[in-house]
């Protein structure tokens, strides 16, 4: 270290430099994963293992490190074991959701962003929002759709949001599920180096959902192409981020259970959102000009067959 | 924030209401289901987010005595209609304003920092049910 001058404003060293001179030093490093590699080469006691761990956003060996001494099991129907699902600042938020719609090829989401830190917040209220918006959308739709006929006589469709909000949360955590169990069957027999809890598989389907709300308000401009195009635009900037997050979880399988993985998770997401835009927005359109038709024509025979 | 006064909210809930029934509206019992509903689901939020306990009736005081600005929002729907631009820019000001000072009481009373935004959000919500009711 350079000699104390008085009051002079001292300049530490790198940690490099720092731990050249004493190579037993315990370090502090906070930056990126990629930083990790140099410090932990150097400092003794770190096994690879233990590296590739910290690297690839393997949960299990930070946890019961810091767990073995102090076991905070609080029962599941306490709030205390809810707590730590809701640890999360704005900032945080909004870099998850910034993330999601994102797609980066060298930037995992669970990687970069979750970091063994997987929040209930964001997928719950993203899903929640993502309801309201579909209804309300699909009702403005409709409104605005049968504005000018003067049969059609508008009524709110409340059973819409509950017919919305089963739709999506049940994609929000049964699909996790499903694709969280097939990994760990496949986790058993290859020897998969990644493998993602089920709160975090949650985590990024709830993200990825975010594109979906402006694609929800776009949907009520009534012109087709313009919906088709929203569709194929989120459906992309999301799934596109949920294969480059899957990728690494299923490439080392065998060719075909990869591809039909990929291909699996690409298909849901994209039945849900033609299947939303299909029975919120479209469905009344061939509707009611036939009914109206057939009650025009049916009036019309009426008064013909009462004037004579 | 120590001590929980519910005065102040029941009589803005009655304001709230009686400036609705000026405007022809009886929804007493909507503002009251509301009132409850939403008391409970922030204090289940506010439970999971904080490191500290809230009472409900902390909640219950915050959330009431954040309404004010919603009854001036329905005694002006008294004289006008809202159901326009103006009366949709009118609602969302005021739905901001309410939940902006609502978070804010709630963080500096549990000391959740960064979080603000976040507590905003449902508070919004809710506050935007009450201006539903108002507009419609």
Not at chain 1, 27 to 56: A, F, H, M, V
Not at chain 1, 192 to 199: E, G
Not at chain 1, 266 to 281: E, P, Q, R, T
Not at chain 2, 99 to 117: C, E, N, P, R
């Amino acid at each position: 270290m350079a000699a104390v001058d008085g009051l002079q404003f001292q300049e530490f060293d790198d940690a490099e430099n720092l731990l050249g001179a004493n190579r037993d030093a315990t370090t502090i490093s906070i930056g990126d994963p990629n930083e990790k590699p140099t410090n932990q080469r150097r400092s003794l006691g770190n096994s690879p293992r233990e590296e590739d761990d910290d690297l690839l956003g393997n949960a299990d060996s930070d946890k019961t490190e810091l767990l073995a001494g102090q076991r905070k099991s609080a029962a599941f129907w306490t709030f205390e074991y809810y707590q730590k699902f809701f640890d999360v600042d704005t900032y945080q938020v909004l870099d998850r959701i910034k993330g999601s719609v994102l797609p980066l090829p060298s930037k995992n989401f669970v990687r970069l962003y979750i970091r063994s830190n997987p929040d209930l917040y964001g997928p719950f209220w993203i899903c929640a929002t993502l309801v309201f918006a579909i209804a309300i959308s699909g009702n403005i739709s409709n409104f605005l759709v049968h504005l000018g006929q003067p049969q059609y006589h508008y009524m709110p469709e409340f059973r819409k949001v509950t017919i919305a909000a089963t739709a999506i949360y049940s994609y929000a955590w049964l699909v996790p599920l499903a694709l969280w169990g097939f990994l760990m069957w496949r986790n058993s027999k290859v020897m998969n180096i990644v493998s993602y809890s089920f709160l975090e598989i949650v985590c990024v389907y709830g993200y990825s959902l975010f594109i979906y709300i402006p694609a929800a308000i776009l949907w009520i401009i009534p012109i087709e192409w313009v919906r088709w195009i929203t569709i194929l635009v989120a459906m992309c900037l999301s799934g596109s981020v949920l294969v480059i997050t899957f990728w690494p979880a299923v490439r080392d399988d065998h060719r075909r259970i990869a591809i039909a993985t990929i291909s699996a998770v690409i298909i849901l997401h994209a039945l849900l959102a033609v299947g939303c835009k299909a029975y919120f927005f479209d469905a009344p359109q061939i509707e009611v000009p036939g009914v109206s038709g057939s009650i025009a024509s049916g009036n019309r025979t009426v008064t013909a067959v009462k004037t004579h | 924030m120590n001590e929980t006064d519910l005065t102040g909210p029941v009589v803005f809930c009655l304001a709230l209401g009686a400036t609705l029934l000026l405007a022809g509206k009886v929804h007493f019992s909507y503002v009251y289901g509301i009132s409850v509903i939403g008391c409970f689901a922030m204090h289940a939020l506010l439970n999971l987010m904080s490191m500290s306990e809230v009472s409900c009736g902390c909640v219950a005081s915050v959330l009431g005595y954040c309404l004010l600005p919603m009854v001036t929002l329905s005694s002006c729907a008294v004289f006008f209609s809202l159901k326009g631009i103006i009366g949709t820019i009118l609602a969302l000001i005021i739905i901001g304003w309410c939940s902006l000072s609502a978070s804010k009481i709630f963080i500096s009373t549990l000391a959740m920092d960064g979080q603000q935004l976040l507590i905003a959000y449902p508070c919004a919500l809710l506050y935007g049910v009450f201006a539903l009711l108002t507009v419609f």
